[in-house]
T-cell receptor, first 114, second 114 residues
Framework: GDSVTQMEGPVTLSEEAFLTINCTYT??????LFWYVQYPGEGLQLLLK?????DKGSNKGFEATYRKETTSFHLEKGSVQVSDSAVYFC?????????????FGKGTKLTVNP | EAQVTQNPRYLITVTGKKLTVTCSQN?????MSWYRQDPGLGLRQIYY???????DKGDVPEGYKVSRKEKRNFPLILESPSPNQTSLYFC?????????????FGPGTRLTVL
């Protein structure tokens, strides 16, 4: 079945460091791909998404490119801030009885130190 | 303000005592779902609903019930809770039953079953 694999954390970085969180997927067809972020004590919120191959999603300095050839959607940010400390989830959408359902990776906890 | 609300936010109960977690959205979304989040497992879907009176099982439905009598509300019912249902629960809604729309998540309900 469809699945998402993302790098295990936790990841600890210093402020202004470069961030990469790897995500690969297994799916039939061409799902949409998402990154969701969960700040401490809060629910998940969409960070960025890409709906077809070679699309680049971007938001708040984060970027991810939909790579069909490597079935990947790695999250990157050039200079992280303390406020980026959160848990990041990679997800794909797949059909569910006529709708779209999200399949999540296990999450990667990021801590950014000043 | 567009939002998904859940109540209660925190709940400690004992094995076998029936409980209901409420979920409400004010965005007139058709699609709603429940997830549970467990360490090392990410988010897993419990139940979903594509519209009023239309519900179906997700990946981990055992021990849970849902109902969708109104479009805005989607309560999660645990008839006889057990300790393995101790988890963080999220309700989510989606604007339509087609396409790749963003899911909106509630703030979460942390449930402890003793």
């Amino acid at each position: 079945g469809d699945s998402v694999t993302q790098m295990e954390g936790p990841v600890t970085l210093s402020e202004e460091a470069f961030l990469t969180i790897n995500c690969t997927y297994t799916a039939t067809g061409y799902p949409s791909l998402f990154w969701y972020v969960q700040y401490p004590g809060e629910g998940l919120q969409l960070l960025l998404k890409a709906t077809k191959a070679d699309d680049k999603g971007s938001n708040k300095g984060f970027e991810a490119t939909y790579r069909k050839e490597t079935t990947s959607f790695h999250l990157e940010k050039g200079s992280v801030q303390v406020s980026d400390s959160a848990v990041y989830f990679c997800a794909l959408s797949r059909s569910q009885g006529g709708s779209e359902k999200l399949v999540f990776g296990k999450g990667t906890k990021l801590t950014v130190n000043p | 303000e567009a939002q998904v609300t859940q109540n209660p936010r925190y709940l400690i109960t004992v094995t076998g005592k029936k409980l209901t977690v409420t979920c409400s959205q004010n965005m007139n979304h058709e699609y709603m779902s429940w997830y549970r989040q467990d360490p090392g497992l990410g988010l897993r879907q419990i139940y979903y609903s594509m519209n009023v009176e239309v519900t179906d099982k997700g990946d981990v439905p055992e021990g849970y019930k849902v109902s969708r009598k109104e479009k805005r509300n989607f309560p999660l019912i645990l008839e006889s809770p057990s300790p393995n249902q101790t988890s963080l629960y999220f309700c989510a809604s989606n604007p339509s039953v087609e396409g790749t729309d963003t899911q909106y998540f509630g703030p979460g309900t942390r449930l402890t079953v003793l």
